[in-house]
C-alpha cells in the first residue's frame, strides 16, 4: 500500500518562506510524476509545480520564480521551497505522485492537470500566510 505524507506547512508573513516536504513509501509502480497542487476552500485543486522523471520541472505561472520542486529518490521524496510568500498563497498543499511519462508531466497537461481523480495523493499540509 503506498503511503504519502506532507509535512512543512505553517504559518508565515507575506515575503516568509516555507519548504514543503513528502515522503512516500511504497509500491508506486513507476510513479514518477512527482509535483504539487494546492486548494482552497470551494474551489478545485490547482497544479503549481512538477518535476518529471528527468528531474525536469516545471510551474503554474501563480509562482514561478518564487517556488522550486525538488527531488531525493534515494528518500523517494518532493519537496516544494516557497519563497516571497503572498497572501493569496493561503491553501492546502498536497503532493501527488503519478505513473507518467516526460511527455505527459508537466504543468499545462492535461493528463497532469486535470485528472486529480488519478495517482497516489497525501492528506495534504496547510499553509497560512499573513499580510
Known amino acids: 500500500q503506498v503511503h504519502v505524507e506532507e509535512t512543512g506547512g505553517g504559518s508565515v508573513e507575506a515575503g516568509g518562506s516555507l519548504r514543503l516536504s513528502c515522503t512516500i513509501s511504497?509500491?508506486?509502480?513507476?510513479?514518477?510524476?512527482r509535483g504539487w497542487f494546492r486548494q482552497l476552500p470551494g474551489q478545485s485543486r490547482e497544479a503549481i509545480a512538477v518535476m518529471d522523471d528527468s528531474d525536469r520541472p516545471t510551474y503554474a505561472k501563480s509562482v514561478k520564480g518564487r517556488f522550486t520542486v525538488s527531488k531525493d529518490d534515494d528518500k523517494n521524496a518532493v519537496y516544494l521551497q516557497m519563497t516571497d510568500l503572498k497572501p493569496e498563497d493561503s491553501a492546502m498543499y498536497y503532493c501527488?505522485?503519478?505513473?507518467?511519462?516526460?511527455?505527459?508531466?508537466?504543468?499545462?497537461?492535461?493528463?497532469?492537470?486535470?485528472?486529480?481523480?488519478?495517482?497516489?495523493w497525501g492528506q495534504g499540509t496547510h499553509v497560512t500566510v499573513s499580510a
Open positions: 511504497g509500491p508506486t509502480y513507476g510513479a514518477h510524476c
Open positions: 501527488v505522485a503519478r505513473q507518467l511519462g516526460p511527455y505527459d508531466c508537466y504543468i499545462g497537461s492535461p493528463h497532469f492537470v486535470g485528472r486529480t481523480d488519478l495517482g497516489y
